[in-house]
């Protein structure tokens, strides 16, 4: 009995309190789920059991089609019942805010698990339904939340705190899961060699991290099974038949064009509540932190840009009609394309965009340290997108393959306001005005997927 107390009185303390409220709003979200007739998970994997056992079918699918077997023996089975998938998103999505909170210091876990739980709900859910909510969220939640929870032994280890053997070895199983999501895969990949390359700088003690040099061979040997797995070999063949007969003339400077346009058109012109959020709170910051011209005006071009593309199309449209008809385009500069001078104005302000942003953080950041990890950390979210560039699938997959760059602004939003806190309370008139852009926002957030989740049943 006093050990179920002492459970009910640690998991009612403040710093979980957002994350039962959560709890609570993603389980709204999931009773009005609706998997469509026609998705994924309803023609093809629910019915793969039927006709072959679990090794034949993922053997099939090594030689023919992915390298994601460790997601794909999951989804055969949890595709099956839709019910039993609602419990279990709803479950990976808590953890997934769990997992997030767990990167910060117990003393910061408060603000952090705030922030956190809003930043997932301006996530727009409802851009993982594009391919059937069952079978995008095997495939992209599920490793997220995994990966996430597997840096939590590197984290510990950058606090000087040792983990058990024990929690090393679930980490490492959540990683193995993790990584088996390309993108996943290589922020794992990125993020435990960089801690890795620091603790050995620092000369910190090997049985302090040697659970994040076991993330990093396991996120390295997953990347050389990606590379080298048949199927998706098989798999890119026939998607550059179907989607993009042209991939094999790019070369790889079209593909990162491709990918880095393609991103940041979406980002720029969608509308999106979570970057808008994070282009103020950076505005906010270097408003607060300089008086320098350049440094406010960095701060306020992407927010203009964006505003006036998403938000004020038609004002711009109307005034500037060459220069919309050509950020509406968003044409990538390649082989076929570079000698036409106006196809280089879209990614020119879209790199004055991500310039203006950087130059933003180093107003905003205490030291070198600070800006590299922001730098770094921004950096990966964008790599995860940019790489779609060397798929043909890039314009097929859309909003799904957004995931990661989201999430990973939202974590450079919570270390920001954290970075500044002392700052942001002695301003108390910014701060509380902050606080009520967020909630709105946040509401507002909320009402739009509901809305969108909604129109479908």
Known sequence: MKKLQALGKYMTRKEFLPLWAF?????????????????DAMWFFCRQLDAYTLKDYLTARYEVWSSR?????????VSRSIFWWKILDWAFWVFLAWAFVGLFPEEKRQTASCMVVGFLLLYPIW????????????????PLAFGICSLHGTVRAFYGKRTPAYLWIFYS???LFGANMEQMCAVLLAVNFCAAVRFVLEKKPLLLYWGTILGLVISAAEILFIMTCPGNAARKNQEIINWMPNFKSYHVLDKVSMGFVDTMHHMVTSGSLLYLCYLVLLAVLVFQKTEKL?????????????????????ALKADFATFYKLMKKSAFICGNNYQEMANYIPTLVYLCVAG?????????????FELLAQALLLALGLATRVVMGFTPTIYVSQERTFLYLYMVLGISAVYLVQNNRTLLQQKKQTCQALKLAGVLLVAAGVILDLAEIGSRI
């Not at 709890?23 to 998705?39: G, K």
Request: aromatic share 16%.
């Open 23 to 39: 709890a609570a709003i993603q389980l709204v979200y999931h009773i009005f789920m609706r998997e469509p007739q026609d998705s």
């Open 69 to 77: 077997l460790l997601i794909e023996a999951v989804l055969v089975y």
């Open 127 to 142: 851009d993982l339904r594009t391919a059937g909510w069952i079978a995008t969220s095997v495939n992209y939640t599920w």
């Open 173 to 175: 199983l959540a990683a």
């Open 294 to 314: 350049k440094f406010r005006f960095a701060a306020l071009f992407p927010l203009f840009v964006s505003m006036s593309l998403s938000w004020f199309p038609d």
């Open 356 to 368: 203006c942003m950087l130059l933003s953080l180093a107003a905003v950041c205490e030291s070198w």
